[in-house]
């Protein structure tokens, strides 16, 4: 196979099923671009060291633009043979500016070639991911101060707890897809650093200047080891841990919302946008964008997993297991590129009941301020606890509410209990008596919102 960019020391051809088999073109052809920019830099450190003249050089930057824009209109022609991106795009280059192609690869692997392409265009990825989970954070957190005063109950256990905003819910989420956001940031920065040069594993033997490939490719600096340099797919499990705690998070999101809107809650429905129907039950209205969201979660755990196991048992430095790298990181990025704008387009287009949500409320719900009552008359807290236990017991069996006990039969239990208990009964007192930093009283609600319009802003 004399075509093959490695076929000098082979005689016999490959069977076809194994070409087919082994080749990646089809799904790597995504990261061309990424090919392309990372050959260009590899051009400039070979002429750097005078292994091309400035003119070969000029020759294959430009050629390297052609075979680019054949990409990027839809021309380029994937021939049999070509194994992957990055020997498709050499072949091209070849028959487009002639012999000199050929020294293109001088000192270079496809093993630190698919290792800086695979950063560079994650790179880019994940950038973009990070303006979709901003933007995740920017419609939970509008949509919070256009309804700061709806009250609902509040759940542990998924029992009614005790009465807070929804809008102090929708921050709780505001708040761990900001998380998500900076997490993914640090990621970028972590992985941001260059393979190239580093040869197939032991180092470049053209001195290749490392840190001027790391500049013109925007890498905050160089791997410092060549076997780390052409092995390491850290970036990629880390990635995909990303991908799937974010996926967590959107997942608890979407089964909050699901039960919220279901005829029981009625809380909230879905514009019908985002909502599907049945094929047999007329009255249905599915919430299947938020189950897909859900499912969706599944999936990237998988990718995770998968990878996970894949790189475990290998020995250093690179083997071909590792081209099983790419389908899962790309599989992530669409999921995540894909549910990360279906739920902000959810929260933007949700209707919520505001009667609903307030008429949910149960004056058990405010046991716990009825004991914080008497807290404040002095009695020790754990006393309060079982005084106002009892009190929830004395409504049960007289199957009435906490709220419509007499003062008498509060006294009963215990003495401090005074006229002005009636006020205890009122689920906005309740809330807003929530108002250390992180509570969800009104001001504390607004403080949370103008620290993540401060956010927003600053980044
Ligand atoms: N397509 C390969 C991959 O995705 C490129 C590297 C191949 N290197 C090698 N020595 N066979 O990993």
């Known amino acids: 196979a004399p075509s093959k960019l490695w076929g000098g020391r082979f005689s016999g051809a490959t069977d076809p099923l194994m070409e087919k088999f082994n080749e990646s073109i089809h799904f790597d052809r995504r990261m061309f671009k990424a090919d392309i920019v990372g050959s260009q830099a590899y051009v400039k450190a070979l002429c750097k060291q005078s292994i091309l003249t400035s003119d070969e050089a000029a020759t294959l930057h430009q050629g390297l633009d052609q075979v680019r824009q054949e990409w990027e209109q839809d021309r380029f022609e994937i021939k049999s043979g070509d194994e992957d991106i990055h020997t498709a795009n050499e072949r091209r280059l070849g028959e487009l500016v002639g012999a000199v192609a050929g020294k293109l690869h001088t000192g270079r692997s496809r093993n630190d070639q698919v290792a800086t392409d695979m950063r560079l265009w994650l790179r880019d990825a994940a950038r973009e991911l990070v303006t ?70 032991a180092g470049n033997p053209f001195c290749v200047d490392r840190e001027l490939l790391a500049s013109e490719l925007g890498f905050r600096g160089v791997i410092q080891n060549s076997l780390v340099a052409v092995s390491d797919r850290d970036f990629v499990s880390e990635f995909l841990f990303w991908a799937s705690l974010t996926m967590v998070h959107v997942s608890r999101f979407a089964e909050d919302l699901i039960i919220y809107s279901s005829s029981e809650f009625g809380y909230v429905t879905l514009a019908d946008a985002y909502s599907t129907g049945s094929s047999l039950m007329p009255q249905k209205k599915n919430p299947d964008s938020l189950e897909l969201l859900r499912g ?27 081209q099983e790298d790419k389908e899962p990181m790309f599989d992530a990025y669409d999921t995540l590129h894909g549910s990360l704008q279906i739920l ?31 807290v404040r008359k002095g009695v020790p807290f754990r006393e309060t606890h079982h005084i106002s236990g009892a009190a929830v017991r004395m409504a049960e069996e007289r199957k009435t509410t906490l709220a419509d006990l007499t003062l008498t039969d509060l006294q009963s239990l215990h003495p401090a209990f005074a006229a002005d208990v009636a006020a205890v009964f009122n689920y906005e007192r309740s809330i807003d008596n929530r108002a250390s930093i992180g509570g969800t009283s009104r001001q504390a609600v607004l403080a949370q919102i103008d620290s993540l319009k401060q956010w927003l802003g600053a980044e």
């Open 132 to 201: 979709f989970t901003r933007d995740l954070v920017r419609v939970t957190m509008e949509r919070a101060a256009a309804e700061v005063d709806i009250i609902m109950p509040g759940y542990t256990h998924l029992q009614r707890a005790q009465p807070i905003r929804w809008s102090h819910f929708l921050l709780s989420y505001a708040w761990v897809w900001q998380q998500d956001t900076e997490r993914l940031e640090q990621l970028i920065e972590r992985f941001n650093l260059l393979p190239l040069g580093s040869g197939a594993l």
């Open 296 to 322: 969706k979660a599944g999936r990237v755990f998988g990718q995770m997993s998968g990878f996970l196991m894949t790189v475990k048992g290998l020995p250093s430095t690179y083997n071909k297991d590792l």
């Open 344 to 374: 902000t387009r959810v929260i933007a287009t949700l209707t919520v009941y505001p009667e609903r949500t307030k008429a949910s409320l149960s004056p058990d719900m405010l046991a716990t301020d009825l004991a914080e009552y008497l």
